[in-house]
């Protein structure tokens, strides 16, 4: 299990030091304009904590996959646009990562003020967490504030080497994902229900194997939920099922009962006859798809039973859709699952990509605990994998 009592920047004297804070501002663009950020809106509380504090801030980041190559593309000038509208105060923009400018500006900061340097992954040495590269980073600053959950499951120079050489501390997001998360994990308030959905059960097995040490209810809806069908003999039609897990699905149900743990799986299905939004579709009661068609959303059953169970849930964590959520056709499993959550009174967690979505798009962000800001991230720490952004922080 990730440690939690990690330092964070309360911890610290940041008053008249340069603190480099790794952020994670990977923002979707198109046609040159910022679609969401989200991500940019997370990271003001920590910059402007240590703004207020004096002080002089260094932020980093990646934008997309510029291949260690410099191309405007992937710039973050658009970043610091953004953030300078945010802030309210300019930022100062370098034009290169650990070059003449980022060093000459790095220097020149007086206390409050903040710069960003370009595209960390504008260099290949990046991502190998190349040591040099790692210390030519460490060298612009005297502080390292960790803040990017969303590529704290990344060992690269700028979430993790440069730690190596600065002392290391989390930023308020990061420090928000680990105590929620790890909260829920490690002290849930029962019952624990975890719900699981997405395509692949083998992008879930470390998930759920994780899971089933803790939590009290399992429910698995998407189209990982037709494995386990057929893993118990039903039949799946033309629904996507990895043929090669069966086992591993039946040990799963073998594993819950051995433990106690009600594994909820669908009992009807909307079903098609062709994978596209206006596909013909009916519903299909117990496990007995016929050949020809395929299952693309839990149903109306599935939908009551799955929400009574989470309408008595005392913590909830929720990773993954439980239909083809981007057809609006086949989109109600997932939303009504969202409105149960939303709606449950429970301490809730949502582990980012699709079920963030239906959570933010059907507007209940606000009546959830948590949404993570990092999909792979979270995965991997339900996993209860060391992430090593985390790791490299300093303890309490």
Not at 186 to 212: E, H, M, W, Y
Not at 378 to 388: K, N, S, T, V, Y
Request: with cysteine; net charge negative.
């Amino acid at each position: 299990m990730q440690a939690l009592n990690k330092k964070t920047i309360e911890d610290i004297n940041p008053e008249n030091k340069k603190v480099l804070v790794r952020c994670d501002f990977n923002v979707p663009i198109t046609d040159g304009k910022i679609d969401d950020s989200k991500r940019i809106v997370e990271s003001l509380p920590t910059i402007k904590y240590l703004a207020e504090k004096g002080a002089k801030i260094i932020l980093c980041s990646h934008l997309g996959r510029p291949k260690g190559e410099f191309n405007k593309k992937y710039s973050l000038k658009i970043v610091a646009e953004k953030l300078t509208e945010l802030l309210g105060k300019e930022i100062i923009m370098a034009n290169d990562v650990i070059g003449d400018d980022a060093k000459a500006k790095s220097a020149a900061l007086k206390p409050g003020e903040i710069m960003l340097i370009e595209n960390v992954r504008f260099h290949n040495e990046e991502e190998k967490n190349d040591p040099e590269f790692s210390k030519a980073l460490a060298s612009l600053a005297e502080i390292y504030v960790n803040d990017a959950f969303g590529t704290a499951h990344r060992a690269h120079s700028s979430t993790a080497g440069v730690s190596d050489y600065l002392p290391a501390v989390a930023g308020y997001l990061i420090n928000k994902e680990i105590s929620v998360m790890g909260g829920a994990l490690s002290n849930p308030k029962r019952p624990f229900v975890a719900i699981l959905g997405g395509a692949k059960v083998s992008d879930k097995i470390g998930v759920i194997t994780n899971l089933l040490d803790k939590v009290d209810t399992l429910l698995i809806g998407g189209a990982m939920a037709y494995t386990f069908i057929k893993a118990n003999g039903g039949k799946v039609g033309d629904s996507l099922c990895e043929d090669e897990k069966l086992d591993i699905a039946r040990d799963i149900v073998e594993k819950a009962k051995s433990k106690n743990i009600r594994l909820l799986i669908p009992i009807d299905h909307v079903i098609a006859d062709e994978f596209k939004n206006d596909a013909n579709k009916k519903i299909c009661f117990g496990a007995c798809i016929s050949d020809g068609w395929e299952g693309l959303d839990i149903g109306p059953e599935t939908i009551n039973l799955f929400s009574g169970v989470i309408k008595d849930a005392g913590t909830i964590v929720w990773n993954g859709p439980m239909g083809v959520f981007e057809f609006d056709n086949f989109a109600t499993g997932t939303k009504e699952i969202a409105r149960a959550v939303a709606e449950s009174g429970a301490v809730s967690i949502i582990g980012g990509g699709d079920s963030a979505a239906a959570v933010e798009k059907l507007g209940f962000a606000e009546k959830v605990t948590h949404i993570s800001t990092g999909g792979g991230a979270a995965l991997e720490f339900l996993e209860g994998i060391e992430l090593p952004g985390i790791t490299c922080l300093q303890d309490k």
